[in-house]
């Protein structure tokens, strides 16, 4: 293969920096040229004189740090694709990186399949655009899509460049079309946005349309094509019938924008074509149930705060509640992926240890970032999420250094939440995701009593307590309690108290 980029790794630990040079290098032998660098003011020269195309730097180093490093190649203008080395407490210092144009992030210890994944993808961009700028394919795909989509305030050079260029003005008639994309690697990605331009191709000029310019990129999880025809929009539209029932009948969710056909509105056809997916997200059954705005939010701060705590099950129930409230509500889609993860930044900042485990997740199975991005319905999103949610407690739970102290107050929160039921080893067991006869040592060893023993004393200890502020029979506080059965309430009391329940009465 042709050598297509030139990657440049800075890092300030020799270790790390020759060890991953060493590793890329290995990886990318026949498409890239590495070099590598101790600090920020050096790679700063190396970019002033040599053609970069992807930067892998870390945040903290001597000289110039990685911020700073950042900071330059923006104000210089330079043209490279970024990604930051960090350590899991530096998540401020990401944010800075995310907002100064780096394109990723990475942990350290740095995963070298999640960097060969992003190195990949970026490789594949770095592909359409050298095909862009020698006029091979008449599109944009990385700038211009998404600044016309959104309605930027104030137009780029390279916006005004490219209506210049094709003589477009505000009433320049247009078609635009997305096809909503499913959970794929980048390298399918990359083969499915070819397959859908030479499909497109194939279809307008089959159909003899003429056309000043196409502008393909992603947009929202889609791929988005504008058409700017030659010929009148009837025959565009009519040839991009039979572009979709094609698609269509190959499983391809597509819809064309049936309105706006014109340039100024651009952004109104697009939102037309997400509503359109949107009203296939919501398959979830229909509850009941009315919901409001304010329920919904509760469900997320709750949400957030068990989370925070390791509380899996309630975790998960609000999540259910969650996902039944927007199901009903319907709000748009891009709404509800915004509050999913703005939901994960919070957790971050209450509790940071979750930074580590999302970071180690991202290109895994577990990118519960990518999931809430590009899950095609409601129902994938939420059984993708329940599975994610029991894998990151779990890896969180692994790496707390006082592992066993957590799991002790974990298994006693679930035993207070829980006492009045029928709850088995088992079930506490899994709550803390231990082996049933290791939790059963480790409970016995912390506590100095038996699981069932602990039970007992609570629930004793809560029949006590409904004796002397109620007027409830005995039978019913058994009941209440946890024993179906009033003489096993009866010994077990004994047992625990010395006493029978009549003695902690009122008097009156």
Do not use: W
Not at 155 to 178: H, N, Q, V
Not at 332 to 343: G, R
Request: glycine share 2%.
């Amino acid at each position: 293969m042709k050598k297509i980029c030139y990657i440049l790794i800075v890092d300030d630990d020799p270790v790390i920096r020759e060890g991953l040079a060493a590793e890329v290098s290995k990886e990318f032998k026949d498409s890239a040229e590495i070099l590598s660098c101790k600090n920020g003011a050096i790679a700063a020269e190396l970019l002033k004189c040599n053609t970069i195309d992807i930067l892998i730097t870390d945040i903290k180093m001597p000289a110039m740090s990685g911020i700073e490093l950042l900071t330059f190649i923006q104000a210089r203008h330079i043209h490279c694709k970024s990604i930051v080395l960090s350590s899991y407490d530096d998540f401020n210092l990401v944010r800075d990186a995310m907002k100064l144009g780096a394109c990723d992030y990475l942990l350290k210890p740095v995963d070298l399949s999640s960097l060969y994944q992003l190195i990949y993808k970026m490789q594949s961009q770095l592909i359409l655009e050298q095909k862009n700028a020698s006029g091979s394919i008449p599109l944009d795909t990385y700038g211009l899509i998404d600044a016309y989509l959104t309605q930027s305030r104030e137009k780029s050079a390279e916006m005004l460049a490219f209506e210049e260029r094709y003589d477009i003005t505000k009433t320049t008639p247009c078609i635009l079309g997305c096809i909503k994309l499913q959970t794929y690697s980048s390298q399918k990605l990359f083969a499915l946005h070819e397959y859908f331009r030479s499909e497109l191709y194939e279809h307008l000029n089959r159909s003899h349309v003429h056309y000043s310019v196409i502008l393909c990129g992603e947009a929202s999880s889609c791929f988005v094509f504008i058409i700017f025809p030659e010929t009148d929009l009837a025959l565009c539209a009519n040839s991009l019938e039979c572009f979709t029932k094609k698609l269509t009948d190959e499983s391809f969710n597509i819809k064309i924008s049936t309105h706006f056909h014109t340039f100024e509105l651009l952004s109104h056809a697009f939102k037309e074509c997400l509503s359109y997916f949107d009203l296939s997200y919501y398959d979830l059954p229909d509850s009941p149930h009315t919901y409001s705005l304010q329920s919904k939010n509760d469900c997320i701060h709750k949400l957030i705060d068990a989370l925070s705590t390791y509380d899996l099950k309630s975790s998960l129930t609000c999540l259910d509640k969650y996902f039944d409230e927007i199901n009903s509500q319907k709000p748009p889609v891009d709404d509800i992926k915004k509050e999913l993860s703005h939901c994960l930044y919070e957790l971050i900042k209450i509790n940071p240890k979750y930074i580590e485990v999302l970071g180690k997740s991202k290109f895994t199975d577990y990118d519960i970032f990518h999931q809430i991005e590009t899950a095609p319905s409601l129902s994938f999103l939420k059984k993708q999420l329940f599975n994610t949610l029991n894998h990151l407690v779990k890896e969180v739970l692994n790496i707390l250094p006082n592992k066993e102290d957590c799991i002790i107050s974990k298994a006693k929160s679930y035993i207070k939440d829980n006492y009045n039921d029928c709850i088995t080893l088992e079930d506490i067991a899994a709550h803390v995701y231990l082996n049933k006869n290791y939790f059963s040592a480790l409970f016995k060893n912390s506590v100095g009593l038996t699981y069932r023993e602990y039970l007992r004393n609570y629930r004793i200890s809560q029949a006590i307590r409904l004796l002397s502020e109620t007027d409830m029979k005995i039978y019913e506080i058994a009941q209440v309690v946890g024993y179906s059965d009033s003489a096993h309430f009866l010994r077990a009391f004994k047992t625990v108290t010395g006493q029978k329940p009549e003695y902690y009465k009122p008097k009156h």
